[in-house]
């Protein structure tokens, strides 16, 4: 179990609170496209200010390799979350960061104020954990709060480095769900606990479905690396994603999977089309009959009725990764199908990040599901059992 000190367990009235947030937005001509990642920083903002603490604010944006990119400075994020918060964010706009701005913006600071630094990948010392990054960072705080999942993986100045020179380390209200629901729920789910796994590549996914072969009751394979799991198997895949040199991996799952009785559902059949767009003529195949020319881009129907009646009666449910080309309209159906069992269900439900949580999002049903994880990376290396640096940081309870 993890327990890890939350923002709860503190009162930072008077002090000066660094919190690293993840405020990774698009930008089209310094426009924010898409604020979800601001809102989502909102609660543990709030509460921070709630308490009278100074707040200083930190983030990455892009990756401008240890450049002042002006195209990627946090200024408009300063200006957006200042009319989200509805009081002034002071924006610090320093190239090196921790500069004379940032230094005298924090010193004039009042209890319940808020600033924001520049681009802490600005410093090109940030990627790589440099440790005088770390200690000027740390010399602008008393308390730390980690709410940035989407980087948890990575160990950086500002989220870990950081932590080695103040006393107290914290995570946010962000941090703390995918804590709860990615890390302990996997761990110590409530049975029956299915897992669905799609995406292009069985490579990527090789850890997680090993680490998850261990804990759940069902195993879904579905997407890309399902064909390679029919190949495996002798099937004809015609011009499908296939990765040959994971045959005997797959044939070593699915045997595994046995050996521990846990069910392993793969697709019977396919909607496979004669090229890779939505254009295509499309039709329905058995899984493994797929013909020369053609590709699988999609669970077909009696995979959909499979899939989705085995996570009927489920109590937990990960899902991480797509069934099938779901940005084309005519093979998102399988990934919709998913999406729609899984908002029917009583289950805790749980979206890994990435295309999973996209693809959630995009169809509509993103508000159906229990937790929706922030991170791609982050979360793939959490449902792979792996301790993420930025987590183990925080001190624990």
Known sequence: MLNKKSVDDINVNGKRVLVRCDFNVPLIDGKIT?????????????????????????????????????ELSLAPVAVRLSELLGQEVKFAADAVVVGDNAKAAV???????????????????????????????????DVFVNDAFGTAHRAHCSNVGVTEYVDTAVVGYLMQKEIDFLGNAVNNPERPFVAILGGAKVSSKISVIENLLDKVDTLIIGGGMSYTFSKAQGGSVGKSLLEEDYCEYALNM?????EKGVKLLLPVDNIIADDFSNDANFETAKAGEIPANWEGLD??????????????????????????????PNFAHGTEAVAKALADTKATTIIGGGDSAAA????????????ISTGGGASLEFLEGKELPGVAAANNK
């Not at 009278?52 to 450049?67: A, M, N």
């Not at 699915?254 to 046995?258: D, L, S």
């Not at 959630?360 to 937790?371: A, E, F």
């Open 360 to 371: 959630v999002n995009q169809l509509g049903y993103g508000d159906k599901m229990t937790h």
């Open 34 to 70: 898409d604020e979800n990642r601001l809102v989502a920083a909102l609660p543990t903002i709030k509460k921070l200010i709630a308490d009278g603490g100074k707040v200083i604010l930190c983030s990455h944006l892009g990756k401008p390799k240890g450049e002042a990119k002006p």
């Open 107 to 141: 010193e004039a600071m009042k209890d319940g104020e808020v600033i924001l630094l520049e681009n802490t990948r600005y410093r090109a010392e940030e990627t790589k954990n440099g440790e005088a990054f770390s200690k000027e960072l740390a010399s602008l705080c």
């Open 254 to 258: 699915i045997k595994k999977a046995e």
């Open 299 to 328: 669970i077909g129907p009696e995979t959909e009725k499979i899939f989705c009646e085995a996570v009927k009666d489920a109590k937990t449910v990960v899902w991480n990764g797509p069934m099938g080309c779901f940005e084309m």
